[in-house]
């Protein structure tokens, strides 16, 4: 076996071995939230190109910094399923179901959505964040942001393929990832640019609190088994 199939077979093997099984198990029946998610974005784009839907979503899964934080954090949740009007919705509909529908098998419904919502409430909160700081500052944004129309998947998918990448230990495909949000950056300082880096931000404090629980519960469970007192961390 050559390098590059040893690397893709140790970053990606498990993942795939995961997945695989679990679609010939139970096929599409495996990612039921998925599914759901693709209808719903599909619904949602389907009625704020209409005349008489557009207000509709925009009453309920319209985000921007400029609106009381109340008001944003309840249509947060909403958010990441309506499709970027400046965007392709096939490009959404991909995202969510492959990220999420990869995500959900290893992972679990429940968790999947935990962590989508955390990576998009994360560039949510920080769009508020670099309004206050102004253009000048290196993490500050110009208050025309503030208009922003603040909505699509992008952020929960980048933060669910980096806790992916995390906990399947394909730490060169997370770095490229990571690497490819700044590169992102770089070429286009944007609002959306800077959320997707906020999610990242977000999402490896997950991974680390994640790490720590584990470290705190294996060396619980060690001592435990050698009637040693449990290790303080």
Same mark, same amino acid.
């Given at each position: 076996m050559n390098p590059l199939a040893r690397l893709v077979r140790a970053e990606w093997g498990p993942l795939y071995v995961t997945v695989r099984q679990a679609l010939e198990r139970r096929s599409w029946r495996a990612v039921p939230m998925t599914l759901a998610a693709v209808c719903l974005t599909s619904v949602l784009q389907f009625t704020q190109n209409r005349s008489w839907g557009f207000g509709f979503v925009q009453l309920i899964g319209s985000v921007r910094a400029e609106e009381p934080l109340g008001r944003a954090l309840l249509r947060t949740?909403?958010?990441?399923? $309506?499709?970027? #009007?400046d965007l392709p919705v096939w490009g959404a509909l991909l995202q969510i179901l492959c990220v999420f529908g990869i995500a959900e098998i290893c992972l679990g419904w429940w968790r999947t959505l935990g962590i989508a919502y955390v990576a998009t409430l994360a560039g949510t909160l920080y769009a508020r964040v670099g309004i206050e700081l102004g253009p000048h500052h290196p993490l500050g944004l110009p208050?025309?942001?503030a208009q922003v129309v603040d909505t699509g998947p992008s952020a929960a $998918?980048?933060? #669910?393929a980096l806790y992916l990448c995390w906990r399947y230990r394909a730490y060169v495909t997370g770095g490229l990832v990571t690497a490819a949000m700044a590169g992102e950056l770089l070429l286009k300082e944007n609002l959306a640019g800077k959320e997707h880096i906020a999610a990242i931000a977000a999402v490896l404090a997950l991974c680390g609190v994640s790490a720590l629980r584990r470290h705190w519960r294996?060396?619980?469970?060690?001592?435990?088994?050698?009637?040693?007192?449990?290790?303080q961390s």
């Amino acid at each position: 076996m050559n390098p590059l199939a040893r690397l893709v077979r140790a970053e990606w093997g498990p993942l795939y071995v995961t997945v695989r099984q679990a679609l010939e198990r139970r096929s599409w029946r495996a990612v039921p939230m998925t599914l759901a998610a693709v209808c719903l974005t599909s619904v949602l784009q389907f009625t704020q190109n209409r005349s008489w839907g557009f207000g509709f979503v925009q009453l309920i899964g319209s985000v921007r910094a400029e609106e009381p934080l109340g008001r944003a954090l309840l249509r947060t949740p909403l958010s990441l399923f $309506v499709p970027a #009007l400046d965007l392709p919705v096939w490009g959404a509909l991909l995202q969510i179901l492959c990220v999420f529908g990869i995500a959900e098998i290893c992972l679990g419904w429940w968790r999947t959505l935990g962590i989508a919502y955390v990576a998009t409430l994360a560039g949510t909160l920080y769009a508020r964040v670099g309004i206050e700081l102004g253009p000048h500052h290196p993490l500050g944004l110009p208050a025309s942001d503030a208009q922003v129309v603040d909505t699509g998947p992008s952020a929960a $998918v980048i933060g #669910l393929a980096l806790y992916l990448c995390w906990r399947y230990r394909a730490y060169v495909t997370g770095g490229l990832v990571t690497a490819a949000m700044a590169g992102e950056l770089l070429l286009k300082e944007n609002l959306a640019g800077k959320e997707h880096i906020a999610a990242i931000a977000a999402v490896l404090a997950l991974c680390g609190v994640s790490a720590l629980r584990r470290h705190w519960r294996w060396g619980t469970r060690v001592s435990c088994e050698s009637g040693l007192p449990p290790i303080q961390s």
